[in-house]
């Protein structure tokens, strides 16, 4: 779950439980310059947002993956689908995007991923 610019990956935390009494493991990301992350003087372009979450997704092992995207969190989605086409991996199975409310992530520079 990556939340939108400025927004916090906790901004989710009311959906957290709701997905896990449906079997789901939900993992939600700070960001570069949101939340909990770091603020590094580099970074801060759409392409390395969506970086950031191929690498976190590889980093933890992920596979059949449901990505849900705020404003500006959703385009780290889709910049993250195009990071994967480059680096030769497949697709993810699913990609939704939510508008509205709701908020998310980042890794690298302190990683701060909130997993429930």
Same mark, same amino acid.
């Given at each position: 779950?990556? &939340?939108?610019?400025?927004?916090? %990956?906790?901004?989710?935390?009311?959906?957290?439980?709701?997905?896990?009494?449906?079997? !789901?493991?939900?993992? &939600?990301?700070?960001?570069?310059?949101?939340?909990?992350?770091?603020?590094?003087?580099? +970074?801060?372009?759409? &392409?390395?947002? +969506?970086?950031?979450?191929?690498?976190?997704? *590889?980093?933890?092992?992920?596979?059949?993956?449901?990505?849900?995207?705020?404003?500006?969190? %959703?385009?780290?989605?889709?910049?993250?689908?195009?990071?994967?086409? *480059?680096?030769?991996?497949?697709?993810?199975? !699913?990609?939704?995007?939510?508008?509205?409310?709701?908020?998310?992530?980042?890794?690298?520079?302190?990683?701060?991923?909130?997993? !429930?």
């Amino acid at each position: 779950m990556i &939340s939108g610019y400025g927004a916090a %990956a906790d901004d989710w935390a009311l959906q957290w439980g709701a997905l896990r009494e449906v079997g !789901c493991r939900v993992v &939600s990301l700070d960001r570069r310059w949101a939340g909990s992350s770091g603020r590094p003087p580099y +970074g801060l372009r759409m &392409s390395r947002g +969506g970086e950031d979450v191929r690498e976190l997704i *590889t980093h933890l092992g992920l596979e059949d993956v449901l990505l849900v995207g705020q404003s500006m969190g %959703a385009s780290h989605i889709w910049a993250s689908e195009h990071a994967r086409a *480059t680096a030769g991996l497949s697709p993810l199975t !699913c990609a939704a995007v939510v508008a509205g409310a709701g908020h998310a992530a980042h890794l690298d520079e302190p990683a701060a991923v909130n997993e !429930c």
